[in-house]
Structure formats: structure tokens, C-alpha cells
């Protein structure tokens, strides 16, 4: 009886964090959060506004070394290598580990160079045969290709919002990254433009460990099939998606997904 | 359980409940009129059942059209989820019940109250009660989200199941012996296969309770109960 509905047989883990608490100067966002991020699965974070998921999501690439008042303690690993040691090249790690913003940022330059950008200076590509190879592979990834191929030295920026998220996503993809954070990236688009991120999305799982942070409960039940839920700075509860939504374990998470508070 | 940031939502999901709990009521109510009916020989309180059985079918479709509009407008998660869903397969079933007991009181012209069906009559009221009980409880452990009660409702279905083939054997006997009854006993046969069947339906009920209140299915039995006799 009860068995998890749509559990992807043979996981496995790419990143894992152990007791991570974070601290902004005297105050502690995150209180010892432990989880697993599976690499087949999409691993969605849900929860109220200062829940601390996106602080969390930001441990996962370093991001918080970029707040100068930010601590952060506990373990937090990349196939089993801790991302926190001082031997880490922190670019290359973000490199490794990609992130798409709420508000679509292209760089303000052509659609070409967004994408280009990024493997040139990794050193990922030989010339610009190669660059060319990748920036096709990139776009036609975050399923934007077909609408830009004919116009790929237009300004990035002129690109409408929903484009413009998945050119980021394209931006992240084309340097060839592990796992792919997104951090509300839909906040800002209309539905049209939402559920083409989301079949993206579904289409990128497997190939990239993903994680999305969103406020959208509904969107984290369409495109993950992991849940936590957070509140106040604790990982309340994580499970199965189909599980958190149907039947939740925990009071506080059932508050929140039925809409009684938050 | 603590209310909706949405007001608007906890007054649908009451009015759900509300709706529940009178068509519940009345099913109760048909089962009960329908056996009185029958042991009284009362043409009028029969018809009346019959007559009484549209609001039952009005509730029903009362409640898919909220069912349908909360789930369009509201997008309920979790136990709530659970509660509309349950709540929309109670009312069908429900509503079977209420066929039942409608069934039953269209009988009664057919069967005349006397000196020789007194005897296999005797056993059907006891039976008809214990179903009874079965509606009244299973619907009260839906309001109360009691899924010790929606238990104690499955596990009684038994008690039903050995009335109707106690009832079964009693009048197969008696037909043999009286063979001029056997249409009337024919009838009281039917009865109390509807009888034993709204047993079946209410534990159905109570199967959906347990799943809305702990979100959890009951292991496995066979769904309905198990059919006493040949069917």
C-alpha cells in the first residue's frame, strides 16, 4: 500500500548537503538542511516567501560568496567532492553548476554571442567552427533555435521575456554544466511562455541534475518529481511529488500546499 | 483544521459537506420509510420513497457541478484534494444507495403483509437496520473525517452479508413449503439483495473515508466486500 507513484528507478545522487546552515551577519537563514539531489530527477523547492529556498538553492554554486555578510556551514558536495574546499575553482564550478534567474538577464549583446560567450572563455571551443557547433546545440537544447537561427546577431535584449528565459537556459547549457538551478524562472513570463520553459524543462531532465526553486506550486507538481518544502530556514519535508502533494506527512506542509497559510 | 487564507474556498468545501450530509440523511431516511413501509404494508410511505428519491438524485448532480468548479477554480492539493475527490465518488454511490431503498419500496404493493409471509418477513427489518446504521455511520465518519469509524462501518458489512444468507436460506426453505408464496417470497428475495447491497455500497463509502482522512488505501480486500451466495 501507498507506494510513491512515480519514483525513476536507479537515481543517482549528484549533490548532496549535509547540516548546511547559512547566516546573513547575526542572522541565520538556513538551519541545518540536509538533502540529496538526484541526477534523474527534477527536484522542485517550494515554500513561502523567506523560507530560505532560495538561499539554499544559492549553496549550491557558491552564490552566497558573492554577500559579503554570508557564512555557510555544513557540507555540501558535487559527485562526492566538497564544493566548499579552498582547493575549488569557484568559476569553473558554476560553470558546472548553472543557474537561470527570475528575470531573464541576457548579456547585451546578439543572441550569438549570449551563447558563445561562455564556452569561449571556459576554453571549450578550438575556433569558430566549433563555436558555431555549439551555439546550435545550445539553442536548439533550450528549444529556441527554430525562432532565432535567422537572426542570431539581433540584440539578445530584443527578444521577448520568454525567449529571452530560455536563451539564458541556453546560455547555461552551452557550457556544458552538470546541474542546472533555476530560481523562479517562470515569475516573470505568461503561461504561454511558462509551459514552454516547463516542457523544456522535461525535456533537459536526465541529461542535467535540476533543481527549480518556485512559488508556483502548481508548476513544482507539473515538472518535478522530487519536493521540499521549506519554512523558516528548515527543509520540512521532502519527498516524492506525487506524495507531497496527495497525502504530506508533515502539518506545516499540508497548511501550505492547501492554501491555509503562507 | 485550520481555514483557507481563501474564505471563499472553506465556504464551497462546507457547502460540499453540507450537501453530503443531507443527501446521506435522506438515504438513511429512504432505507428506513422503505422497510417501515414494508413491514406496515403502507402503499403511501412507499410511494413516498419513490417520490423522495429525485432529491437524492438532485444532490448528486448538485455536487458534481461544485466538485468540477472547485477543482476548476481552486486547484485543491493534498487532503483537500483527497476530500472533493472522495466527496464526488460518495454521492454516486450514494445516490445507488437511494436506488436501493426506492427499489425496495416499489415492492411493497406487490407483497400483502399476512399471516403467510409474516415468517420470512421477520428478519428483514434487523437487516435493513444494520445497513441502515452502515449509511448513517459511514457519512458521519466523512463529516468527522473519522477513519476509526469508516473501519468499525467495513468491518460490520459482514453482519449484513450473514443476515442476507440467513435470510436466503430461510426463504428458499420456506418457498419449497409454501410454493403459492413463491412470487411474494420472489420479492423479499430482491429485498434483500438490495439490502445486501447497500451494505456492500456504504462500505464502498467507507473505504473512500478511510483514503480522504489518512490518505492511505486500505490493503487489499475485495473492493464492495465479498458477495455472499450466488449473485
Redesign the interface.
Known sequence: ??EPQTLVPATETKMTARDVKVFYGDKQAIKGVSIDVDMDNVTAFIGPSGCGKSTFLRTLNRMNDTVASARVEGAITLDGEDIYASSMDVVQLRARVGMVFQKPNPFPKSIYENIAYGPRIHGLAAGKADLDVIVEKSLRRAGLWDEVKDRLHDSGTALSGGQQQRLCIGRAIAVEPEVILMDEPCSALDPIATAKIEELIHELRGRYAIVIVTHN??QAARVSQRTAFFHLGELVEYGVTSDI????QQER???Y?????? | ??????KA?DEEIDKLRGLIAEMGGRAEAAIEHAMLALQRHDKTLAAQVVADDKRIDAIEAEVEKLVVEIIAL?????????DVIAALKIVSVVERIGDYAKNIAKRVPSIATNKRTLEPISLLPSMGQVAGEMVHDALNAFAARDADLALAVIERDAVVDDFYDSVFRTLVTYMVENPKTISECAHLLFIAKNIERIGDHATNVAEMVYYAAT?????DRERGGEQPLED
Request: aromatic fraction near 8%.
Open positions: 500500500m501507498h506550486m502548481q502533494f496527495t497525502n504530506p506542509t499540508k497548511d500546499i492547501t492554501g491555509r497559510y503562507g | 483544521m485550520a481555514e483557507h487564507t481563501i474556498f481552486r486547484a485543491p492539493m493534498a487532503n483537500d484534494l483527497r490518505g492511505l488505501t486500505l490493503p
